[in-house]
């Protein structure tokens, strides 16, 4: 099965500051990759999300780049601020076909971003 | 509309007995989702339902673990004769699943059962 590997477990920025999470994956099958943020005592929320037939997308703070040669995808976070401090995970999974069983999706290990003031 | 919903919030029981953790899908969403989510770890894939059909069970741990959705809406899962190996956090995830050839497959989470063994 998939094997999803997060780097680094934990990351602290100072507020304004860049962070950058990676990860990579052992599947060439997969083609989706969501990254969720969750807050302590909270449940994942999906922030942003990237299919295979895209290298990069961005919302307002947050980028999400793919390199499918590398099999591998990063969260770029720019001008952090201490309400983005969360734990964050990426996740990949299989292109879901209806009535397939392939829409599973296999999380990394987690990233703890701490942004101080 | 509501987000997913699930319940009891938080269960205590003694090792032995029997559990049933609820989750009530985002309405219109066809796929379900169960994982468990350790502390400190990412959630972990326990079983999954399009509709009422279990399509992938491969994720639940021991035959004492089951799950069912049978109106293709809420799912219950059931934990038999617990140990205390099974307390977590036990997540529900649903989505809309739907679409012409590539499946939406944007996943919202619940807010989970906690569940502790004694």
């Known amino acids: 099965g998939e094997n999803v590997e997060q780097h680094p477990s934990t990351l602290s920025v100072q507020e304004g500051d860049s962070a950058v999470i990676k990860c990579t994956y052992s599947?060439?099958?997969?083609?989706?990759f969501p990254w969720y943020k969750q807050e302590l005592g909270k449940r994942p929320q999906l922030i942003i999300d990237?299919?295979?037939?895209?290298g990069e997308k961005k919302d307002q703070r947050i980028a999400v780049t793919l390199n499918k040669t590398a099999k591998h995808f990063s969260l770029h976070i720019t001008e952090t601020q201490p309400e983005d401090s969360a734990v964050y995970f990426c996740a990949a999974s299989r292109k879901a076909i209806r009535g397939s069983t392939l829409g599973r999706l296999y999380f990394g290990r987690g990233t703890q971003l701490t942004v101080w003031p | 509309g509501a987000g997913v919903s699930q319940s009891p919030r938080y269960k205590v029981t003694k090792r032995g007995q029997d559990v049933a953790l609820r989750c009530d899908p985002i309405s219109g969403h066809v796929s379900l989702y169960w994982y468990r989510q350790a502390l400190g770890q990412g959630p972990e894939f326990l079983t999954y339902?399009?509709?009422?059909?279990?399509?992938?069970k491969s994720g639940l741990p021991n035959d004492r673990f089951s799950a069912e959705r049978p109106e293709g809406s809420i799912s219950t899962l059931t934990i038999q004769r617990t140990e205390q190996r099974d307390s977590a956090m036990y997540r529900c995830a649903s989505s809309l699943g739907l679409g012409t050839g590539q499946v939406n497959n944007e996943q919202f989470f619940g807010p989970g059962t906690r569940l502790t063994v004694l």
């Open positions: 339902f399009n509709y009422e059909a279990q399509q992938d």
């Open positions: 599947d060439s099958a997969s083609n989706y």
């Open positions: 990237i299919r295979s037939n895209v």
